[in-house]
């Protein structure tokens, strides 16, 4: 994996810490709520993934906790929604609509765009496509390919199963995720940690669903930027710290 510089490798969510103080509190609480994980069983063919998810990571900027909403349309557009755990104000988005990939904040009307790897880079501490953030998701790297096809396909991943076949270790470069826990038994991992030479971290999955029909029209539109001012990531950063 190429070496970013070490201002693009840092996650914002790590870098203010009344917000991750505060996060901390509201985590808790939220562990506490009893919930279903699977709301449905997954279908064969999934089209659509949706879900709400906690995230932990820890680096030389100190530590933070967020929580998410994520929809994905395979296998080329994503839309993320980090929310402050405490008042449920949203923080930023990231969408992902095939060709363009942006990173807003609507409180003020801004964004920043740049390539999907750089915008989930932001958002994780390295850099993913989207393809492979949904892959992690979903425990599967290929849809309809066979297990020895599907590896041929991620020779830039190492990949390791359990003894149901399931993706239990994957690393590539000093990028490395384990699944702690699986949702009921599936594949989907409920629990992930990750470590990288910037960060570590730890990702839970609190709900996840699949196919559902969509709440919007066009989630992934991005039409409406139109109405947005596009800034430098540098401005982006200094909003973000002083909204927290």
Same mark, same amino acid.
């Not at 996060?23 to 562990?31: H, Q, S």
């Not at 906790?65 to 929310?83: A, D, N, W, Y």
């Not at 932001?122 to 849809?143: A, C, V």
């Given at each position: 994996m190429?070496?970013?510089?070490?201002?693009?490798?840092?996650?914002?969510?790590?870098?203010y810490?009344?917000?991750?103080?505060?996060?901390?509190?509201?985590?808790?609480?939220? =562990?506490?709520?009893? %919930?279903?994980?699977?709301? #449905?069983?997954?279908?064969?063919?999934i089209? &659509? *993934? /949706?879900?709400?998810a906690?995230?932990?990571?820890?680096?030389?900027q =100190?530590?933070?906790? %967020?929580?998410?909403?994520f #929809?994905?349309?395979l296998?080329?557009?994503? &839309? *993320? /929604?980090?929310t402050?755990i405490?008042l449920g104000r949203?923080?930023?988005?990231?969408?992902?609509d095939?060709?363009?990939?942006?990173?807003?904040?609507?409180?003020?009307?801004?964004?920043w765009e740049?390539?999907?790897?750089?915008?989930?880079?932001h958002?994780?501490?390295?850099?993913?496509?989207?393809?492979e953030?949904?892959?992690?998701?979903?425990?599967?790297?290929?849809?309809?390919?066979?297990?020895?096809?599907?590896?041929?396909?991620?020779?830039?991943?190492?990949?390791?199963?359990?003894e149901?076949?399931r993706?239990?270790?994957?690393?590539?470069?000093?990028?490395r995720f384990?699944?702690?826990?699986?949702?009921?038994?599936?594949?989907?991992p409920?629990?992930?940690?990750?470590?990288?030479?910037?960060?570590?971290?730890?990702?839970?999955?609190l709900?996840?669903?699949?196919?559902?029909?969509?709440?919007?029209?066009d989630?992934?539109?991005?039409?409406?930027?139109?109405?947005y001012?596009r800034?430098?990531?540098?401005?982006?950063?200094?909003i973000?710290a002083?909204?927290n």
């Amino acid at each position: 994996m190429e070496k970013q510089p070490e201002k693009a490798r840092r996650a914002p969510v790590m870098k203010y810490g009344l917000w991750a103080a505060l996060a901390c509190a509201g985590l808790f609480l939220l =562990g506490c709520r009893p %919930s279903q994980v699977l709301l #449905l069983p997954p279908p064969e063919n999934i089209d &659509r *993934i /949706e879900g709400y998810a906690s995230l932990r990571i820890s680096g030389e900027q =100190g530590s933070a906790r %967020s929580k998410f909403t994520f #929809l994905f349309q395979l296998p080329h557009q994503g &839309r *993320i /929604e980090v929310t402050d755990i405490i008042l449920g104000r949203t923080l930023y988005q990231i969408i992902v609509d095939r060709e363009r990939a942006v990173f807003l904040v609507p409180s003020k009307r801004v964004y920043w765009e740049g390539d999907e790897e750089e915008i989930i880079n932001h958002f994780l501490g390295f850099r993913l496509s989207l393809e492979e953030m949904i892959s992690l998701l979903q425990g599967r790297w290929k849809e309809s390919r066979g297990e020895a096809e599907e590896e041929k396909e991620r020779e830039d991943w190492m990949l390791s199963r359990d003894e149901k076949g399931r993706i239990l270790i994957g690393q590539r470069g000093s990028l490395r995720f384990e699944v702690r826990e699986f949702i009921s038994g599936s594949r989907f991992p409920q629990v992930l940690i990750f470590q990288h030479s910037s960060n570590s971290g730890r990702l839970r999955v609190l709900r996840l669903s699949f196919n559902k029909p969509l709440k919007k029209k066009d989630p992934f539109s991005l039409a409406f930027l139109a109405n947005y001012k596009r800034v430098n990531w540098e401005e982006i950063e200094k909003i973000l710290a002083d909204e927290n």
